[in-house]
């Protein structure tokens, strides 16, 4: 079966600078969707960035990129020039395509941006 | 576009009564429909989930059911609540038959007493 793991219960930086946060994951399969999804205090779970397993190149979306090491099974995520707005919990999520869609969560990390 | 709710937001129901909450989608056809459960903040743990009209599969042995009697309204059901079925509930979609993104809806706070 497929687990997700974050390390990281809780971390803070400050605004304006970079955060880094680690999800690894097991998973036997050679093709796989990979997640980070944002939960702010209002608790909607919005997509941050999506990584498709095949694609060796890392996906960025504006301040967000993510460092995927397939081999590693690893799959962080980057924040550079932290916002206020970026305090959340933070999400990992693993998705094999023949499963009907279904996503294996992590645990989550708090992230805290500091003024 | 696109737009996912539910309702209600917020709920408080004692122990051993009935539950009915509902998750409707907007602006697409035929999608695939999810319930999620989130305890304390934490991981989301996934209880139902469906492709089609009556199709409904569980995740997870428990209190509670589901049933999606039109194509884009998903119900999560419970005949007799239980102090453990508290929680924070989530609804999603995604496009089906491609490997696509879940987007959620606002979820619903649900608090058994």
């Known amino acids: 079966a497929q687990t997700v793991t974050q390390s990281q219960p809780e971390m803070s930086v400050q605004e304006a600078e970079t955060v880094t946060l680690s999800c690894t994951y097991d998973t036997s399969e050679s093709n796989y969707y990979l997640f980070w999804y944002k939960q702010p205090p209002s608790r909607q779970m919005i997509l941050v960035i999506r990584?498709?397993?095949?694609?060796?190149q890392n996906a960025t979306e504006n301040r967000f990129s993510v460092n995927f090491q397939k081999a590693a099974k690893s799959f962080s995520l980057k924040i550079s020039d932290s916002q206020l707005g970026d305090t959340a919990m933070y999400f990992c999520a693993f998705m094999r395509p023949s499963s009907g869609g279904k996503l294996i969560f992590g645990q989550g990390t708090e992230l805290s941006v500091k003024p | 576009s696109q737009t996912i709710h539910q309702w209600p937001a917020t709920l408080v129901q004692p122990v051993g009564s009935p539950l009915s909450l509902e998750c409707t989608v907007e602006?697409?056809?035929?999608?695939?429909l999810y319930w999620y459960r989130q305890a304390a903040g934490r991981g989301l743990q996934l209880l139902f989930y469906?492709?089609?009209?009556?199709?409904i599969s569980s995740e997870v042995p428990q209190n509670l059911s589901a049933s999606r009697p039109q194509d884009r309204q998903f119900i999560l059901s419970s005949k007799k609540l239980l102090l453990s079925d508290s929680g924070f509930y989530l609804c999603?979609?995604?496009?089906?038959?491609?490997?696509?993104?879940?987007?959620f809806g606002p979820g619903t706070r649900l608090t058994v007493l």
């Open positions: 999603a979609w995604r496009r089906a038959g491609v490997a696509d993104t879940q987007y």
């Open positions: 602006g697409t056809s035929n999608p695939n």
């Open positions: 469906s492709v089609g009209i009556g199709q």
């Open positions: 990584q498709e397993a095949y694609k060796q």
